[in-house]
């Protein structure tokens, strides 16, 4: 199983939105590291979710992977803003994965906690510029923050 950190703004879609929805389809990604990190998402691998673009920033639940990676149906759809006109059925480009809520935390892991935290240190999440919308977390980072989310 692998570790996963995922972004939202919470004014687009939030953990809240999420639980009632129970599964997202994970598409708009138009990032190519963040894309191919997609990708090496399984079933049964397990993210936390990230309120981004807001105050205060932070990892406000958990979600599981429940379909592995297919081409973003966003890349095909000319109406969408994630319409992708290079992307063709046997060359996609990008790629989505799909979600089911798995827990809200009691208590969201604001990102200046992340920062401080002494179990934290080496986080992606906490180092300067880290900006993609999709990237791995190590086993004891996802642990040590969803024990302080509970």
């Known amino acids: 199983m692998k570790y996963w950190l995922i972004k939202s703004e919470p004014d687009c879609y939030s953990i809240d939105d999420f639980k009632k929805e129970k599964r997202a389809s994970w598409s708009g990604v138009r990032n190519y590291q963040a894309r191919n990190f997609i990708k090496e998402m399984r ?8 309120h981004s673009s807001t105050e205060p920033k ?3 639940g958990i979600a ?8 973003d149906t966003t890349a ?4 969408s803003e994630y319409y992708e006109p290079k992307a063709t059925k046997e060359n996609p480009i990008w790629y989505q994965v799909d979600f089911a809520f798995a827990e809200k935390f009691k208590t969201p892991v604001t990102l200046s906690q992340i920062k401080i ?7 992606h999440l906490a ?23 509970k």
Do not use: C, M, N, W
Request: charged share 25%; proline share 8%.
């Open 43 to 50: 079933k049964g691998d397990l993210a936390l979710f990230y």
């Open 58 to 60: 932070a990892v406000v």
């Open 64 to 71: 599981k992977v429940v379909k592995e990676a297919y081409p």
């Open 76 to 79: 095909f759809d000319k109406k």
């Open 117 to 123: 935290h002494p179990k934290l240190g080496g986080i």
């Open 127 to 149: 180092q300067q510029g880290s900006r993609l919308s999709v990237q791995p977390v190590s086993p004891a980072h996802f642990e040590t923050i969803q024990k302080l989310g």
